[in-house]
């Protein structure tokens, strides 16, 4: 079954701090990934998106990873702020289906002053 | 407007009732997909319409679901006979262009909340 599977457990760091948080993913490897922060009772607002091709990619204090061989993205947050609290979620295209995104549970990110 | 509208933002039924749930996406986008999301879970895929063609309802759980989009812009979901298990969050998504890879990014709205007494 397609899976994608983001940090189960809610992550709490200091401000200023650098969050990482992972996103896995198993079965297909996708062409895309893409990041959205989700505010409680909004709709995800889209981040960043990372090609397979590409290692690495920035905005402004935002960093994404992916890595093929370990089918892993991992998404970075430097100088954290509390702003930057919130759910964020890791997607990719659908196995059969290349306009939808397949997202994982998300990562639960409190920033704490 | 200058974002995905859905409305409304909260519907709450009785089981067996009949839902629409509306959204009007960001006006010239070919592409407009729903999502449903349970609490705590990411959204998953219902359906994709490019223009007014339905391309894929492959996530549309039971026949009791139907969505529309006659004219290429506003969209309708409907769920008839409404279950308990109904109940989450419906988010609509549109991006600028149609087909192909999800190689852009989809704008969401802030989605209708129903719950299914």
């Known amino acids: 079954s397609q899976k994608i599977e983001q940090n189960s457990e809610a992550l709490n760091i200091q401000e200023g701090k650098t969050a990482t948080l992972t996103c896995n993913y198993t079965n297909y490897s996708p062409a895309y990934l893409q990041w959205y922060r989700q505010d409680p009772g909004r709709g995800p607002v889209f981040l960043l998106l990372?090609?397979?091709?590409?290692k690495e990619k920035r905005k402004e204090r935002l960093k994404v990873t992916f890595d093929t061989t370990l089918k892993q993205s991992l998404f970075h947050i430097t100088a954290s702020q509390p702003a930057d609290s919130a759910t964020y979620l890791c997607?990719?295209?659908?196995?059969?289906?290349?306009?939808?995104?397949?997202f994982g549970k998300g990562t639960s990110l409190l920033v704490t002053p | 407007g200058a974002g995905v509208s859905q409305s409304p933002r909260y519907k709450v039924a009785k089981r067996g009732q009949d839902v629409a749930l509306r959204c009007d996406p960001i006006s010239g986008h070919v592409s407009l997909f729903w999502y449903q999301q349970a609490l705590g879970q990411g959204p998953e895929f219902l359906t994709y319409f490019q223009n007014e063609a339905q391309l894929d309802k492959s996530g549309l759980p039971s026949d009791r679901f139907f969505a529309e989009r006659p004219e290429g812009s506003v969209s309708t979901l409907k769920i008839q006979r409404t279950q308990q298990e109904d109940s989450a969050v419906y988010l609509c998504?549109?991006?600028?262009?149609?087909?192909?890879?999800?190689?852009?990014?989809?704008?969401f709205g802030d989605g209708t909340r129903l719950s299914i007494l």
């Open positions: 990372i090609r397979e091709n590409e």
């Open positions: 998504a549109s991006s600028l262009a149609g087909g192909g890879k999800s190689n852009q990014p989809q704008h």
């Open positions: 997607a990719r295209e659908g196995e059969n289906s290349g306009y939808a995104l397949n």
